[in-house]
């Protein structure tokens, strides 16, 4: 499939997926922007701007995807899979650093309230969005990320018992019938919670968001069954981006807008959740088949690259900054600039994120695999040789 690279171990290496989660976490940007300078959904701009909430879609749907896929590679090539212990270390380590920093110096010096108080243990623990006020807003998204790191190897020990040994194409079709049900039943959970009780702690859940990660490992099991209809794709990636376009077209236009979604109707809810899945599925299409086109053109410049590289950074910061910019440091600053200052802002903190904190981590986890290998070794045990991909940074609120 076209230009998908390899690493040294010959696990694959989709060079677009930084781009997309750049792209992702710049939705996430302009629509805090847009909600914090108060961009009335009723015009056309904050009509558009309303929808960029699907962003945390496209950060679910990666996340199932990269997460999953090399256990299923495994699974079918009949090689040792990830240890589970060494994939919750990369994801604690991926996420844990760089959120309790900014969690702490975003209560001391940007007003972020919560973190320091009685409640510190509930944003330590990534359970701040289930009744607990505070804390970094768009950081819910981190405590369903959580949920899955947490849920995921249950999965995976489940369809290796069933699945292993298994014709190849018997397990395709019995795990995207597993993943439709379980995505299915996540949607229907969804909405009956919705219908009783829109304002609760459920949205948040991994059970109330489970359909964006199936679609994800979905995704996942089809990339490495190297499936037909991944081949069709490869062919003309672009059309999957105009089907994202339409898709969000079609939300922005067609359904209403509040900037409380505690107002939506049952339907709207129900429509806009499967809209962002579809949305979500078509913009990271191109990143799994890695073909040439324009998606490739675009996603791996060097630039859209870097802000993917630094993105859990700018999630981390930016709508502590635009909050203070709009509220206390350039009162009535006007959405344009609120948004241009809260980029630049973003980025350095991201970037200082980034090289200070988070790349530090990523020689930790790098230790960490070398000597599990060297352990491995010297009990004369398989040695994994496929990397687990580098999961994804996690999502803005929606």
């Known amino acids: 499939m076209g230009g998908r690279g390899a690493t040294s171990e010959g696990a694959p290496r989709f060079a677009m997926v930084e781009g997309v989660r750049a792209v992702a976490a710049l939705m996430i940007v302009l629509d805090h922007t847009g909600a914090i300078a108060a961009v009335q959904p009723d015009t056309p701009a904050g009509s558009a701007r309303t929808r960029l909430n699907a962003g945390v879609a496209v950060f679910f749907v990666l996340s199932g995807f990269l997460l999953y896929r090399p256990f299923v590679a495994a699974r079918l090539a009949g090689a040792p899979a990830p240890r589970f212990g060494r994939y919750l270390r990369r994801r604690l380590l991926r996420i844990v650093p760089a959120y309790y920093v900014a969690a702490v110096l975003g209560a001391l010096f940007l007003g972020v309230g919560g973190v320091l108080t009685h409640d510190w243990w509930a944003h330590a623990a990534f359970v701040q969005a289930y009744g607990f006020s505070g804390g970094i807003a768009p950081a819910w998204s981190l405590c369903t990320e959580m949920s899955f790191y947490l849920v995921l190897p249950l999965y995976v020990l489940a369809c290796g018992y ?36 829109p304002r609760s702690a459920f949205a948040p859940t991994l059970a109330a968001n489970g359909a964006w990660f199936a679609a994800g490992m979905a995704l996942a099991v089809l990339s490495a069954h190297r ?157 994994e040789r496929a990397p687990l991909a580098d999961g994804v940074l996690p999502a803005g609120q929606g």
């Open 162 to 197: 069933r699945l292993a040994g298994r014709p190849a194409s018997e397990q395709l079709r019995v795990e995207l019938s597993v993943l439709g049900l379980i995505a299915a039943i996540s949607v229907v959970e969804r909405e009956l919670w919705f219908a009783r009780a």
């Open 227 to 383: 499936a037909g209809v991944l081949g069709r794709v490869a062919r003309r990636p672009g059309a999957a981006w105009a089907a994202a376009a339409a898709i969000y077209a079609g939300a922005t236009l067609a359904l209403e807008h509040s900037p409380a979604v505690a107002a939506y109707a049952v339907w709207q809810n129900l429509a806009e959740h499967l809209l962002f899945a579809a949305f979500a599925v078509a913009v990271v299409l191109p990143a799994v088949v890695d073909a040439p086109g324009l998606p490739r053109r675009v996603l791996t410049r060097p630039l859209l690259a870097w802000l993917g590289t630094i993105s859990y950074g700018i999630f981390l910061w930016h709508f502590q900054i635009a909050e203070r910019l709009e509220h206390a440091w350039v009162p009535g600053i006007g959405l344009g600039a609120l948004t241009a200052a809260t980029l630049v802002l973003s980025v350095a903190a991201g970037a200082l994120s980034y090289y200070a904190i988070e790349r530090p981590a990523l020689r930790l986890r790098l230790r960490g695999d070398r000597l599990d290998r060297g352990r491995a070794g010297a009990l004369g045990e398989p040695v």
